[in-house]
């Protein structure tokens, strides 16, 4: 687990080979947008992936392949796809550019659904095996509800801060906890609230009763 | 710089059919023949390729071509990328379990993407097969999974964001044909073996602990030493 609030470079590695789900992928590409010295190693592990697309042995493309491809720059595909850059003035500041494919105009676009006290959710994705992505927000000064996981729970501070024991997280650091994280219980620091884009693979389990009540309802 | 990038524009009109595809498989990524002063500027990089020399485009580097492609909107360029990158891709996706057929295709698919974005290559923000891979992953969950996978911005808006002790730093030229020789071969076996599975098997270093059944510190320090050859050798040459 990290205690530095960075992603652990076998994270990275995953990131780069494709094989983290949405939840993950996009904790981790918010995460990123953060921190140049994980995006160079990102490029690394990025670089040993087009190493083996080179390292391949060349499959022979079928004889019209090269025809075929370029009727399709013919047919209107030829177009470039124009990257769409609207002017900083319109840009959302208030979130990692990866969220904007949910948050298009960030944070002002959030629904937030009532949690607990102090505390609201939105869902932004839900896979078939539980897994879930989705942002918090908690009011300064509000203790989250004691919880144990059964997976493994990622969350990235957006805004705000809060800590756990010790640890104390900020914009941009990452809190990996899982199963060996038992009671685990943030505490949001005085003042603004804290926004955090959670990934949860497995349902949470709180262990106050009206929070076990409350669980279903909230649907984490 | 203009000795490197020039060219005849009536090369523009080079027909596809003369291109060789034997001459396109012999160009390699090792050619060293970057330009230092890509800026991202499209009419500057215009200003320095109106050198008078003659030089077809099988006499470019790969990179080159994609300027051309990029600027020009060129198919002869484009071709000789497509001859040398496409069996690649084609191969690369089998191994990821494509079968022939839709390895073909989606090799195709990965090409006329190429196409598309060529504006958006940039060589010193990436290696051309780098870029590649990335164009060629995404595809491939995009089809398997019906899942666009995030993105990293590195050179968006988000710069504000980044801690202050790690704001822009120049622009790290890595574009070197040293570099470009395979990182894989500084690899061990163990280390190997999980690049693999990450790699082709789409399995994340939980998943491949389970697989070989190791545990996870194992995977977990196979894969930080894998980073710490990845990391030298981009180093050695930045």
Known sequence: ?220 | MSDVLTQDVTADKATVGAINSAAANAFSLTKHGLTSDYDGKRAKRGDIMDGNTHSSVSDMTHEQLMVKIADDRDRAAFAVVFDYFAPRVKSHLMKMGLNSQGAEDMAQDVLVIVWQKAFQFDPQKAKLSTWIFRIARNKFIDLTRKQKYPEVNADDHMHNMLAPEETDKPIEQMQDAEIVSSALEHLNEDQRKVIDLSFYKEMSHSQIAEHLSLPLGTVKSRIRLAFQVLRKKMGDTI
């Open chain 1, 1 to 220: 687990m990290t205690h530095t609030g960075l992603l652990p470079q076998e994270w990275l590695m995953d990131y780069a080979a494709g094989s983290l789900n949405e939840a993950h992928a996009m904790v981790v590409a918010c995460h990123l947008q953060y921190h140049k010295n994980l995006q160079d190693d990102l490029r690394a592990a990025e670089d040993l992936g087009g190493d083996l697309l080179m390292s391949n042995q060349p499959e022979k493309m079928a004889a019209d392949s090269l025809d075929k491809v370029l009727s399709r720059l013919d047919a209107g595909e030829a177009e470039p796809i124009e990257v769409q850059r609207s002017t900083p003035s319109e840009m959302p500041t208030d979130v990692p550019a990866p969220l904007q494919k949910y948050l298009k105009n960030g944070l002002s676009d959030c629904k937030w659904r009532i949690m607990g006290p102090g505390m609201r959710q939105m869902k932004l994705w839900s896979g078939e095996k539980g897994e879930c992505l989705w942002l918090l927000k908690a009011k300064g000064g509000t203790q989250i509800p004691v919880h144990d996981h059964k997976g493994l729970e990622m969350t990235l501070i957006l805004k705000g801060s809060y800590h756990v024991g010790d640890e104390h997280y900020t914009p941009g650091l990452l809190e990996m906890a899982d199963q060996d994280h038992h009671s685990h219980q943030p505490v949001i620091d005085e003042g603004e609230d804290c926004i955090c884009l959670v990934a949860t693979e497995a349902p949470i389990k709180i262990h106050s009763l009206v929070g076990r009540m409350l669980q279903p309802l909230i649907g984490l």
